[in-house]
């Protein structure tokens, strides 16, 4: 089912330089299923503009900083700007933060501070822009209005694969066939267990109607001891399993692989790498696919794929799959994008890591040929 949520973006910086290029924004977050919130929306409030401020920022799901030439008006509470003091804020909140950056090459003087004290704000605003590149934040930069749309379309749909899965807006009627739907699967679900479970209940009535015939033949003197094959307990554990008070007959969840310590030959080397440089970057794995290209797999922002064509993406997608069916990786929102490793996941990577002596500072298509030579 196609992303039926819509997101608010709080959107955020100096007002005076950045009118035009604030108005851009608002197109481009429409045009991206995302609801554009600013100080365009304040209005008059029994309260103060810095309450209304933060408020506003509660209700966001993301936040939006644009920096340009000019510090802006300072807070003299805090002896910051109020554009830093409203990016604090969200941080401390834990809003997931996108930045745009004009370069400084683009601004004219006329976009800058001025007043008698200019030189201290263009002080205050290059310490400001320096730790915001350097604080874990999506950062792009623009030098017009043009490449500020492009930039920021991209940077709206890229946050959406890492958007949390309670974020977001869904109109009543979406949630009501999102809830259908998932019953729907429910009931398949379970129409399907009841079916494993009365094959598995017919297959245990054959199997006592046997031992029956057994001892009416040994009764009858017709078969001997020694030919009733022997139970053991293991086998009685396997048949019969009790999960939340209920019986389970035989092995529903059917046999699942387990990659133990002492197997490390049975792994291959495309799921050790792409586990291992997971584990040693966000923990993510991310899988892509356009109309015009095959899925393309993606961690910690590095590139697994030698080519686009679809072998390659085919020798990735094998291998992702494998972590999946070992536990290691497990899905996460519902579009089978995204992929975060499991404390199993965790432990494998290390061990792996220290085990094969897998180097993740380098390009993972550099250390792999010294795998495949």
Not at 174 to 184: C, K, L, M, Y
Not at 206 to 219: N, P, V
Not at 252 to 280: C, E, M, R, T
Not at 319 to 330: C, F, N, S, T, Y
Request: charged share 30%; hydrophobic share 35%; with cysteine.
């Amino acid at each position: 089912m196609k992303n039926i949520r819509k997101f608010s973006v709080f959107i955020s910086s100096t007002y005076e330089d950045l009118k035009n290029e604030r108005q851009a924004l608002m197109g481009v977050a429409l045009e991206n299923n995302f609801i554009p919130v600013g100080m365009e929306q304040f209005h008059a409030a029994p309260t103060s503009q810095w309450n209304v401020i933060t408020k506003m920022i509660d209700e966001c799901d993301f936040y939006l900083l644009v920096i340009g030439g000019r510090y802006g008006s300072i807070d003299e509470e805090v002896g910051i700007s109020y554009t830093e003091k409203e990016y604090n804020y969200a941080k401390d909140k834990g809003l997931p933060v996108l930045v745009l950056i004009k370069k400084s090459s683009a601004i004219t003087e006329s976009e800058q501070d001025i007043g008698d004290d200019k030189y201290t704000k263009m002080k205050m605003l290059e310490t400001f822009r320096n730790r915001v590149k350097n604080d874990r934040n999506t950062v792009d930069f623009f030098t017009d209005i043009n490449s500020l749309k492009y930039k920021a379309s991209s940077t709206f749909r890229n946050a959406i694969n890492y958007v949390d899965d309670s974020a977001g807006w869904v109109r009543y009627r979406d949630i009501v066939d999102v809830i259908n739907e998932e019953a729907e699967g429910r009931n398949k679900v379970n129409a399907e267990f009841g079916e494993h479970q009365q094959k598995m209940l017919e297959e245990m009535k054959d199997m006592l109607s046997q031992f029956g015939s057994k001892l009416t033949d040994m009764e009858n003197k017709r078969i001997s001891w020694e030919k009733i094959p022997t139970v053991t307990s293991e086998d009685i554990d396997k048949l019969f399993q009790v999960e939340n008070d209920t019986l389970i007959i035989g092995n529903p969840a059917g046999d699942k692989s387990v990659i133990g310590q002492d197997d490390v030959d049975n792994i291959p080397v495309d799921s050790a790498f792409l586990l291992v440089y997971a584990a040693d970057g966000d923990g993510q794995i991310i899988k892509t696919q356009t109309l015009s290209s095959p899925a393309q797999i993606f961690t910690s922002g590095k590139q697994f794929m030698a080519d686009n064509s679809k072998r390659e993406s085919a020798r990735w997608i094998e291998a992702l799959d494998r972590l999946i069916k070992w536990g290691l990786v497990k899905a996460v929102g519902y579009k089978g994008e995204i992929f975060e490793l499991t404390k199993t996941g965790y432990s494998k990577a290390d061990w792996l890591k220290a085990g094969m002596g897998i180097d993740t500072s380098k390009n993972p298509l550099d250390e792999l040929k010294e795998f495949e030579d």
